[in-house]
């Protein structure tokens, strides 16, 4: 089984390029691969008091994972071209992890589309708009609503991303700004790390309109692990995971979900899952219902992976 998770903050949560490898927190690399082959999304992520902040501190972990793409070129591969994605489906590295680079917050471009193409350059292939704050691009769901959703500055970052063949993840934006982005794309656009609001209310989970919006451009949401965004109790287990990846399937249909499990990103788990390493449980609950083997290969990893290989 291929798998493919959309979101995961161990870059904010080390200090050093071997600790992705192995650690004791929720992801690493060689628990990752324990499940079989593992394509990671790595999230540049940090709290601060202004953007410049945030920046400096998005790019000192970018640099960490560069570093490690760099010395450990048998155990990590960062994932720039189709050609290198198709490598890693195809040919099983029991100690090598594929990974792609997200940033969580558009601050790390400030005001600038040349950064954007810098950090293109790089490797960023997925931007989330936001975090928790508005920027100079869009309004956070958990913002002010300083701009009324998009920016004009972000219109033309949208845009740009798409030229580039940066995938744009609404993953934290406010519901003005995820309208204003179905609008403006002309791409698939993602939310790497939402769940469904019908199941439970949490503002970061999407509403059945967002989920068809998603659907309709051909992009792909990932299951957030976070308890309090599973259900309104805040005390999950594996079958809210597993209701969340139902509703949106039978909304519309098993081609639009996947993983975006928010591994150190997130406080706490659901009740059956310490780490990356049980992420086969859920497929083994999947396999056990009424899925098609077919189907649940997509869910597990090729939804997200036939996604990149599209926009690239
Ligand atoms: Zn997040």
């Not at 059956?272 to 077919?294: A, C, F, T």
């Amino acid at each position: 089984m291929i798998f493919f998770d959309a979101h995961c903050d161990i870059l904010s949560a080390i200090t050093k390029p071997e600790e992705l490898f192995s650690n004791n927190k929720h992801w690493d690399a060689d628990r990752a691969l324990s499940n079989g082959t593992f394509i990671q999304v790595l999230s540049l992520f940090a709290e601060g008091r202004n953007w410049r902040e945030i920046k400096d501190k998005m790019e000192a972990q970018l640099a960490r994972v560069l570093l490690a793409d760099k010395n450990y070129p048998e155990r990590i591969k960062i994932i720039r071209e189709k050609d290198e994605l198709s490598n890693c489906v195809n040919s099983f590295e029991p100690h090598k992890i594929g990974c792609f680079i997200e940033a969580e917050g558009a601050e790390i471009i400030g005001e600038s589309l040349a950064e954007l193409e810098r950090l293109y350059e790089a490797g960023l292939r997925i931007l989330t708009l936001s975090w928790n704050y508005d920027n100079a691009v869009c309004d956070s769901v958990a913002g002010n609503n300083r701009h009324n959703g998009l920016s004009a500055f972000g219109r033309q970052v949208v845009e740009k991303a798409e030229e580039l063949g940066i995938i744009i993840d609404v993953s934290h934006a406010s519901d003005k700004t995820f309208s204003d982005v179905a609008q403006v794309s002309h791409k698939p656009f993602i939310a790497s790390h939402s769940n469904c609001r019908s199941i439970c209310s949490h503002r970061r989970n999407l509403t059945d309109e967002q989920i068809k919006w998603i659907a309709k451009s051909g992009g792909v949401i990932g299951i957030n692990l976070c308890p309090d965004f599973l259900n309104n109790s805040g005390n999950a287990g594996l079958a809210d995971i597993i209701s969340h990846i139902e509703h949106i399937s039978s909304l519309v249909g098993t081609a639009y979900v996947g993983f975006g499990c928010d591994f150190d990103g997130i406080d706490s788990l659901p009740a059956g899952i310490s780490g990356v390493q049980d992420m086969g449980k859920i497929i083994d609950i999947l396999l056990r219902l009424n899925y098609k083997e077919e189907d649940v290969k997509n869910i597990a990893g090729l939804n997200f992976v036939r996604l990149l290989q599209d926009m690239q």
